[in-house]
């Protein structure tokens, strides 16, 4: 039986529920996070919160804390896969310099209070458009590059899912409508062309770096945002037959 690990996003973690068709029976997702800070150290001294919004369920606050501590990586050797899947949709979300570290800027950390802990004073914003954060991210390419050669994951399979932001979407009555303003999460607008040429130079460096990596893509017809999506209206929440191409495609690969 495959054993899989997925380090990417929810294009990913939900092939098989959107399908309608059981996920691998082992599979460990980590997520909120980027190679930029897979690989970084952990940020010390953030003091956890057991009265959490009540917006932010358990798994979310898991994640971000993952990607706080930096414990993801030993889990993914524990973990021994089959399988390591990439994507790098997340990888949207700002870099946060910090107490001499790098952690991931995303929505759960925004909305958890920990930004107004002292581990944080003095922190600063890194926009992923920006080129430093590519040179930080490659930094990490390469760690995770030799990070797959030289520890149990050498022997899994890595795939690539390759994908890009949707330029159109399918609105509720099904016809084919243009994105206007779109946002990463509430409060911080978005540029589709700016994130798809992130993604694109994120897709090829990775492919020239870990060149034994299977990349899969659904056709470009299919990168169709669905307004009735389960997660609601995204550039990346697709309509079902994307995902269903992609499903397809693992399940060649014995995922």
């Known amino acids: 039986m495959p054993?899989?690990?997925?380090?990417?996003?929810?294009?990913?973690?939900?092939?098989?529920?959107?399908?309608?068709?059981?996920?691998p029976q082992d599979l460990l997702y980590v997520s909120r996070t980027s190679l930029a800070s897979l690989f970084a150290a952990p940020l010390r001294d953030v003091s956890l919160s057991e009265d959490l919004p009540p917006e932010l369920a358990a798994?979310?606050?898991?994640?971000?804390v993952a990607d706080l501590h930096k414990t993801a990586l030993a889990a993914l050797v524990e973990y021994r896969p089959t399988h390591v899947i990439f994507d790098f949709i997340d990888e949207r979300l700002d870099l946060l310099a910090a107490q001499g570290t790098i952690v991931?800027?995303?929505?759960?950390l925004d909305v958890s209070g920990y930004l107004g802990q002292p581990a944080f004073e003095g922190s600063r914003d890194i926009p992923r458009t920006h080129a430093a954060a590519d040179v930080i991210w490659r930094q990490g390419l390469d760690q995770m590059a030799a990070f797959l050669r030289m520890t149990p994951l050498a022997s899994a399979v890595p795939i690539l899912h390759e994908a890009q932001w949707a330029t159109h979407y399918l609105d509720e009555t099904g016809e084919a409508q243009a994105f206007g303003d779109v946002e990463i999460f509430t409060g911080k607008p978005a540029s589709i062309g700016d994130y798809n040429t992130v993604l694109a130079r994120h897709q090829t460096a990775f492919a020239a770096a870990v060149p034994h990596a299977v990349r899969i893509s659904a056709p470009p017809a299919l990168?169709?945002?669905?307004?009735?999506?389960?997660?609601?209206?995204?550039?990346?929440?697709?309509?079902?037959?994307?995902?269903?191409?992609?499903?397809?495609?693992?399940q060649a690969l014995g995922v």
């Open 3 to 23: 054993r899989v690990a997925v380090i990417g996003s929810c294009i990913t973690r939900d092939v098989w529920p959107i399908v309608g068709e059981a996920a």
């Open 59 to 64: 798994f979310p606050h898991r994640s971000m």
């Open 104 to 108: 991931t800027h995303s929505w759960e």
């Open 223 to 250: 990168h169709l945002a669905d307004s009735r999506h389960r997660w609601g209206l995204s550039p990346f929440h697709y309509v079902e037959a994307y995902y269903r191409d992609i499903w397809e495609r693992l």
